[in-house]
């Protein structure tokens, strides 16, 4: 059944295609209103809130613009710029050199490619470094590496040309890679089979 | 086969995305590594492969229940308020009201005669030791103004008592020869005449014995207090 049934179902009352949808998206929704937010709980309210208004507003979906998933994100997305807004400030208790370490040492420090960073650490690194992103560079490198959108996806998340969402996604990466480059053996991540 | 800038620039979104052939990418990054200009694109491919690493959430337990919860039609659910058997819907009559109000009334004064204001009522107030502490001291409290009252009711009884007993010597041997009767008199109009001059001649002996007790008593009564 493609997302337009499923839709038209939902609409005509189908509790069981509405439910269809929540169990499908709830993980990709929650996992972005993270990024966006560092905070699990925060991002919980925000997931329940983004399905509240997806909910009302099922009616404006239109099929022919995209899949659900990323309609869903560009709601997700709106309500995320609207809480940020807010908030006024990403609120994060982790600061970049706390969960970095090695970010705190020297230039002429001995690299430590013995060190493997355990996965949950290494998310949190990264999760860290992407907050130092401005928000437009993030946002673009979340819907990308993150939530794995397409560039023409993201371009309708984003409502901007897809060059630029290209160009943002490109200087994102850049940006943070000056920022991880001191993760140990950096250079190699496909070599990295530990995590 | 070796890269330049100008390749990469072209093909910068294929390579930091990894989407090239394997040889390709290798000559890329051949090329990236060692030129100056092109060197942040070397590093922004492994920032792209880095964040692949990054580990998925899982959902939290119970989300997914909630956000149905929500959106759908609300699920009767038991909760604390249902008491099986009783059907709240039908105790909100106006009886049940008026039976309620008059209730938490009779509380209201119940609590308001022991001194309880449930505006100063703190959390820390219902600790089971505060509890005790406050009707401890309540117990305290009202037996002493028990004892206090009964004091207060043994003086006045005491005044009224010695003024009784004042009284009566003061009619016997003073008043005697000034109550000789006129002639004439029936004995009914010689006790009335008695009264009146009882109620009118006391005699100043009788008042300072009187102003002497009840300074007395005064002073007794003040120390009860």
Known sequence: MDDAQLVARCLGGDAAAWEDIVRTHTRRIYNLCYRFTSRREEAEDLTQEVFLRVFRTLTSYDSRQGPLGVWLHRVARNLLIDHYRATRKLKHDVSLEDSMPFLEEKESAAPRPDRVLARHELSETIQAALLRLSPELREAVILRDLQELDYREIAGVLDVPEGTVKSRINRGRAELARLLKRIPGYENPEAVTEL | ?225
């Open chain 2, 1 to 225: 086969m070796t890269w330049d800038c100008t390749q990469l620039e072209e093909r910068l979104t294929e390579y930091l995305d990894s989407r090239l052939a394997p040889a390709e990418l290798n000559a890329a990054d051949a090329h990236a590594r060692g030129c100056a200009r092109c060197a942040e694109w070397f590093d922004a491919r492994r920032a792209a492969l880095w964040l692949q690493k990054v580990e998925k959430l899982e959902t939290p337990p119970g989300l997914e229940t909630r956000i149905l919860a929500l959106t759908t039609a609300p699920r009767p659910k038991p909760s604390f308020w249902a008491v099986p058997g009783v059907n709240w819907r039908q105790a909100l009559t106006l009886r049940f009201a008026l039976g309620a109000s008059s209730a938490m009334l009779s509380l209201l004064l119940v609590l308001n005669f022991f001194g309880v204001s449930l505006g100063e009522v703190r959390l820390a107030d219902l600790h089971p030791a505060n509890l005790y502490r406050a009707a401890d001291r309540q117990a305290y409290q009202s037996y002493a103004w028990g004892v206090r009252f009964v004091n207060d009711l043994r003086v006045v009884y005491e005044i009224r008592s010695r003024l009784e007993e004042m009284q009566e010597p003061v009619e016997t041997p003073e008043a005697a020869p000034q109550s000789q009767p006129p002639a004439g008199q029936t004995p009914e109009q010689k006790k009335q005449t008695d009264q009146n001059q009882r109620r009118q001649n006391p005699s100043t002996q009788g008042v300072r014995q009187y102003w002497l007790m009840a300074a007395q008593l005064a002073g007794g009564w003040g120390a009860n207090r």
